[in-house]
């Protein structure tokens, strides 16, 4: 069965911080590097961070310095730690695979940043 489950979003205030965390399951992910990706109303879908399953990152430069992937192969989970947060960073998050996703794609996790 192909799942993937976001959680950890919500409202907080221009340099806060959220941690975000992404379960996925089914032979389509695991072995793959996987991503967190962001949509804000009325733009295009983006990937703002990616990680191999050895552990090799790469982040958007709009992030870069503010936010940390990582993974736990062992529990087929992504996390994405968000500080500094910015209200531009308002958006829906999303993880898949890196950086050419899967046609599955989850519910999201809503992020509002603002005072």
């Known amino acids: 069965q192909v799942q993937l489950v976001e959680s950890g979003g919500g409202l907080v205030q221009p340099g806060g911080s959220l941690r975000l965390s992404c379960t996925f399951s089914?032979?389509?992910?695991?072995?793959?590097?996987m991503g967190w990706y962001r949509q804000a109303p009325g733009k295009e879908r983006e990937l703002v961070a990616s990680i191999t399953r050895n552990g090799g990152t790469n982040y958007a430069n709009s992030v870069k310095g503010r936010f940390t992937i990582s993974r736990d192969n062992a529990k087929n989970t992504v996390y994405l730690q968000m500080d500094s947060l910015k209200p531009e960073d308002t958006a829906a998050y999303y993880c898949n695979r890196a950086p050419y996703p899967s046609a599955y794609w989850g519910q999201g996790t809503q992020v509002t940043v603002s005072s």
């Open positions: 089914g032979t389509i992910f695991g072995a793959y590097a």
